[in-house]
């Protein structure tokens, strides 16, 4: 199950970002999905965020995002993402994996071509 470090799990990538409410949330990764910009995406509802915003450390319960894709869709994701996002400032954060499985990694390829 190991791929090459250099090779396959390169092309893939992880997005991370939170939202207000699961509705929308449901509606971003749907529009994400049709538009072919990225295979998955994860809805994981209560997550509790605790940030400073304007000066002040604020609390709020967000949807997270964990969003599949693959490196060379990232551009365009990231694009697609400011424009349909509410938020003033999302979060947008890039993991890249160590290890991916090929056939999950096939997978992701053909879903965002």
Known sequence: MNADRSDQAAQAAVVLSTHSDLQAARALARELVERRLVAC????EGA???YRWKGAVEEAREVLLVIKTTSARLDELA???????????PEWVVLS????????????REQTS
């Open 41 to 44: 995406v994860n809805i994981v």
């Open 48 to 50: 509790l965020s605790v």
């Open 79 to 89: 694009r697609a993402f400011a424009q349909l996002h509410p938020y003033d400032t």
């Open 97 to 108: 994996p160590e290890q991916v499985a090929p056939r999950y990694l096939e997978w992701l």
